[in-house]
């Protein structure tokens, strides 16, 4: 039979483990409401109940031992708290199963299966309350280590069954947030369950008595951690996956109707053209030359947003090559835009020009910036130009591409990056070019700066870290 000394010594050693578990819990209830809120998961919602309804256990059970503790304050509040704690960690379980019922099978309860569960939730609760009345004087069988048994006997079957349901619909998943969860949830119910036993030989004998220390304070918090730990994590992981299944799905559909659409755009230019020759009044010709700028245009729009999903699926292939040899692809492919035989370029090639980095995504790089200075050359100017240069810094590269071309407002320049912005209402383009720049300089550890200023001219840097090559490499 447990007596006074003993219990107040138990009533001491758990005070402290219960009150930081009190708080941990309300802190992670708290967490999982921020990602309901967030995502709208209801399962989130459900455990964030839980975890709620463990704070309050806890709680209603320090409550309860303390008027055991202390009888003078009478068998009346021992009872209602008893009833309390009781309803708090039943409640608990309710809304764990409920939570895990959901995240598994993407339904949730009826109402008439709700309410049922709830109303077991307090009958239990109610008869444990009422166990008192068998109890002897100054006895604490009936009044704590039954209800206190009971509850740690359900609570128990409740996460050992709830870890094995996540753990066959983890089994072959590498998700670490999952397999965290039913690990601890697997310990954390047979801890329980170790209690409900423990308690249960109490019952049967009398001279039997559980030894409570600190050290199970300690492992029950380490597995609520634990628990709390797997929630998030798996919530993260399965929202990071989600974003790369709808990314790679966009990326997908991005690519396929660009393309898809650019085959009757194309079939269109032709038929532009064909009217061009056939139209003879200048009013319809001046029409035909709208159009065919207008589809012109996006066309452009669809090649940008090919190029991009082609640059995003494209995998990093490194390799040693001269700036030169780039420098003249690029030339070659921007040599016929509209106004490009008027401008000079200036690039003085030597022979320390090598680097290594991934050669489509630098092209890409390059041939966006040169295209724009092109594109926005300044015809006012007498001696229009494009200097390339080259300078090795260590083991970094520094590529830079300077124009004297219209430039760039001081506002709109920490946008141009930006995805389908435009500097300037003259922009022809997509607003996609300097977007696909930085997205591919990202794939090469790689950046850029931006000076300009507007009327004078522009001058992008790229900084390619680790991609210098000396000669006798």
Not at 363 to 376: D, E, M, T
């Amino acid at each position: 039979m447990i007596n006074q000394s003993i219990f107040d010594q138990y009533f001491e050693s758990i005070l402290i483990s219960y009150s930081g578990q009190a708080i941990w819990s309300i802190g992670l209830a708290l967490i999982l409401w921020y990602f309901f809120n967030l995502y709208e998961r209801k399962h989130l919602k459900l455990w964030s109940f839980s975890w709620l309804a463990f704070a309050a256990y806890v709680l209603f059970s320090l409550l309860t031992l303390y008027c055991a503790k202390n009888q003078d304050i009478g068998p009346f509040w021992q009872n209602v708290f008893t009833f309390l704690f009781q309803i708090a960690g039943l409640m608990q379980v309710v809304w764990l199963l409920q939570g895990t019922f959901h995240l598994i099978h993407r339904k949730t309860l009826s109402l008439k299966q709700e309410y049922l569960q709830y109303t077991l939730v307090v009958l239990l609760a109610l008869l444990g309350s009422l166990l008192f009345l068998f109890e002897q004087e100054g006895g604490y069988v009936y009044s704590l280590l039954v209800p206190f048994s009971i509850k740690s006997l359900i609570v128990g079957t409740a996460f050992v069954f709830a870890g094995i349901q996540i753990m066959r619909i983890g089994r072959r998943d590498a998700a670490v947030g999952k397999k965290l969860l039913w690990i601890a949830f697997l310990l954390y119910g047979f801890e329980n369950l170790n209690y409900a036993l423990g308690g249960i030989r109490m019952i049967l004998d009398d001279n039997y008595i559980v030894d409570f220390d600190n050290t199970l304070g300690v492992i029950d918090f380490l597995l609520l951690s634990f628990i709390g730990i797997g929630m998030i994590i798996w919530l993260l992981e399965e929202e990071r996956s989600a974003l790369e299944k709808t990314n790679r799905e966009l990326d997908s559909f991005l690519y396929s109707t660009s393309h898809d659409l650019r085959a009757p755009v194309a079939s269109l230019l032709g038929l532009i053209n064909i009217a061009k020759h056939d139209i003879k009044d200048e009013s319809g010709q001046q029409y035909v030359k709208m159009m065919e700028e207008r589809v012109k245009k996006l066309d452009h729009i669809f090649g940008d947003i090919l190029n991009y999903s082609r640059n995003i699926k494209t995998e990093i292939n490194l390799k040693t090559f001269r700036l030169g040899e780039m420098v003249e692809d690029v030339i070659t492919d921007v040599k016929f835009n509209q106004g490009a035989d008027s401008i000079r370029l200036d690039y003085d090639e030597q022979i320390h020009h090598i680097l290594k980095t991934d050669y489509y995504q630098l092209k890409v790089v390059l041939g966006n910036l040169i295209s724009n200075a092109v594109k926005y050359h300044d015809a006012k100017k007498p001696d229009q130009y494009i200097a390339v240069r080259f300078e090795r810094l260590s083991r970094d590269v520094h590529i830079s591409v300077e124009d004297n071309g219209i430039g760039i407002a001081p506002e709109s320049q920490h946008k141009v990056f930006d995805m389908f912005y435009r500097a300037t209402s003259e922009a022809e383009g997509s607003g996609l070019g300097l977007f696909i720049v930085q997205q591919a300089l990202e794939k090469i550890n790689a950046r850029i700066t931006l000076v300009s200023e507007l009327g004078k001219g522009s001058i992008f840097k790229v900084i390619i870290e680790n991609a210098g090559v000396k000669l006798d490499d």
